[in-house]
């Protein structure tokens, strides 16, 4: 059948009016901060200030450049635009402790999509905004307690036995070692074990569900990455479409750890002091209004745990040891300081002997600022906010970005930022800079939950890991190391590979 020429024609037509549409809607979006009279950098058709989903380079890092150009004019704060949505990006650290704290009451919500019914794995404290993010922070924030700490801890500890069975095995081998790997399985085990009550058996089963779906949540496909440039910047149109960020899979498999958990604890009267008994309790105890936590709001909470909990830590651990590699005497240093603190406690590893190591914190703090697992942080305006001292207004509804990266390489505050150095993080270099120069936590009453147990499974692991073993980076890392651009979280392209030594 053939296709007359004015169908051709039409559809050409078509075309071109669909351009022009597309190219006029985005020229009048990105005359926002211009009309507004606020400084911005110019963008560009289609993703704006930002890479697209098919991006050679980490967000953070994009983020940064804009940054750093933004305090090269002097400005405290410029408008970009990400895709077609205009955002703040906060440069000023007196500015933005007043976002993040001083004025938190116009900046409460991220703005990340989450979808309760298609999608309720998705509805977590993380992302959740206004009075349910308040509710539910309160209720949460006893299970993360330094005395709940304290309580889990032996339980906690009891998981890296595992691991350094693994290191051991592959030193006597002579073999290279996936770190992050081994990492990420140490934390699995410790999150599966003090959220889920489970022995998730990373190091005795090469295929353990819960490290699978962990690093699959994690895997980014390039539709993933389409689906979530769509969800944060057309909610609408994404609530209509229905869209799903979590895969299907990964939502069945924790869905069903979940319910067979607590019908298990339920049924045969199971109590034990960790994250799902507080969510049982919860679910257990009515609340003013006559409402219930729902199994649904108890795996999304589970879940978010497990997510960040195992990660970050693994990835915060990652490049400590690698930093540690590559420069011997801190190695040495920090190895000393273990051991010596270690023999005030009899040897063993303890709550109170960790809190004892002041080089190991120095030395986690920077690795944390190097490479700070979340290297930005979104907040979303919900109330006009007149920025002190200007006649600037963020509209209701308004996107900020908080560059942690960005500030943790800013050489005002950090000279020779690509440089590794524990010194920073001496008591009297971290009472010379700004409070808010070192945010890998975020800060205010949105600071990240779990601050405290993250550190303590990372401050367990590198105690166990650096007491027993000497580690150099062994030549299969491919060095510079670049960052993953498809990542959630900033993570190195490829493996870190170190080598194991024994040491008594």
Not at 27 to 46: A, D, G, H, S, T
Not at 417 to 422: A, G, L, Q, T, V
Not at 489 to 504: M, N, R, T, V
């Amino acid at each position: 059948m053939l296709i007359s020429s004015s169908f051709f024609g039409d559809l050409i037509a078509l075309l071109v009016t669909a351009s022009v549409v597309v190219i006029g809607y985005y020229k009048w979006r990105y005359q926002y901060w211009r009309k507004r009279n606020v400084q911005y950098l110019e963008p560009r058709i289609p993703f704006g200030n930002v890479g697209g989903p098919s991006s050679r380079e980490h967000i953070s890092l994009t983020v940064k450049r804009l940054y750093d150009e933004i305090k090269s004019r002097g400005w405290k704060h410029g408008g970009i635009y990400l895709l077609v949505s205009p955002a703040l990006l906060v440069v000023d650290l007196d500015l933005l402790k007043k976002i993040m704290t001083k004025d938190f009451q116009y900046f409460t919500d991220r703005g990340f999509y989450h979808n309760e019914k298609g999608d309720p794995l998705s509805a977590h404290l993380f992302n959740l905004n206004g009075t349910k993010w308040r509710n539910l922070r309160t209720k949460l924030t006893p299970t993360f307690t330094s005395g709940k700490m304290r309580m889990m801890f032996q339980t906690l500890v009891s998981c890296e036995v595992g691991m350094r069975k693994k290191i051991e095995h592959e030193s006597e081998r002579r073999a290279p070692i996936d770190i992050k790997e081994v990492l990420g399985c140490f934390t699995t085990d410790i999150i599966g074990s003090c959220a889920f009550g489970l022995d998730c058996k990373t190091f005795e089963e090469e295929n353990s569900p819960f490290r699978e779906y962990g690093r699959k949540f994690f895997t980014r496909s390039l539709s993933r990455r389409v689906k979530r440039l769509i969800a944060n910047n057309f909610e609408t149109l994404a609530r209509v479409l229905d869209i799903v960020l979590i895969p299907k899979d990964i939502s069945k498999f924790f869905m069903k750890i979940v319910k067979d958990t607590v019908e298990y604890r339920e049924q045969k009267k199971v109590v034990r002091n960790d994250f799902m008994q507080l969510l049982i309790d919860m679910k257990n105890k009515h609340d003013d209004d006559g409402t219930t936590f729902t199994i649904e709001e108890i795996a999304a909470q589970s879940f978010v745990f497990f997510i960040a909990g195992f990660e970050t830590s693994s990835t915060t651990m990652t490049f400590a040891l690698y930093e540690l590699a590559k420069h011997q005497d801190m190695q040495d240093r920090l190895r000393k300081e273990i051991r010596e603190v270690l023999a005030k406690h009899h040897d063993q590893v303890t709550y109170d002997a960790i809190l004892e190591m002041k080089y190991m914190n120095q030395v986690i703090d920077e690795a944390l600022r190097k490479y700070p697992p979340a290297a930005l942080i979104p907040r979303k305006c919900v109330e006009d906010y007149r920025i002190p001292g200007t006649d600037v207004v963020i509209e209701k509804g308004t996107s900020l970005v908080i560059p942690i990266l960005a500030i943790h390489h800013d050489e005002e505050y950090y000279p020779e930022p690509d440089k590794f150095d524990p010194e920073r993080f001496s008591e009297e270099n971290k009472s010379s800079r700004h409070s808010y120069a070192h945010i890998p936590f975020g800060e205010g009453p949105r600071i990240c939950i779990g601050m405290r147990f993250g550190l303590m499974q990372t401050k367990v692991g590198l105690t166990t890991l650096l007491r027993n073993f000497k580690f150099t980076v062994n030549e299969k890392t491919k060095e510079p190391l670049q960052m993953n651009p498809t990542s959630l979280i900033l993570s190195a392209q490829g493996e870190i590979w170190l080598d194991a030594h024994k040491i008594s």
